[in-house]
Nanobody, 126 residues
Framework: QVQLVESGGGLVQAGDSLRLSCAAS????????VGWFRQAPGKEREFVAS?????????GDSVKDRFTAFRVNDENTVTVSLQMSSLKPEDTADYYC??????????????????WGQGTQVTVSS
């Protein structure tokens, strides 16, 4: 089992940067791919990024070239950061991290993720 806790959300202005963090803990956490998803009010949950245990990452089209995922593995804890740059009002959403046993390529489908955090809110003002 993997427990996930997000942090780092907040209110920023368009063009600003923000870093989210996801702490994934559990005996096998280091073997899991960690993904980021977001859900804006009234919209479906959207894939943002995922990074596997080897550091391979994939990004959603709407955030490619603006967001970067980093991963640090410790024995029973994985920290995945999502560096978000050039933020836009349309990036406003609740951001969730999740863990998947799928590795290569890092999965983008929500259904492949077994464990989810509670989310952190990001608001980008224009």
């Amino acid at each position: 089992q993997v427990q996930l806790v997000e942090s780092g959300g907040g209110l920023v202005q368009a063009g600003d940067s923000l870093r989210l963090s996801c702490a994934a803990s559990g005996r096998t956490a280091s073997a899991y791919t960690v993904g980021w998803f977001r859900q804006a009010p009234g919209k479906e949950r959207e894939f943002v990024a995922s990074i596997n245990q080897y550091g391979a990452a994939v990004y959603g089209d709407s955030v490619k070239d603006r967001f970067t995922a980093f991963r640090v593995n410790d024995e029973n804890t994985v920290t995945v950061s999502l560096q978000m740059s050039s933020l836009k009002p349309e990036d406003t959403a609740d951001y969730y991290c999740a863990a998947s046993a799928a590795i290569a390529p890092p999965p983008t489908a929500e259904i492949t993720y077994d464990y989810w955090g509670q989310g952190t809110q990001v608001t980008v003002s224009s």
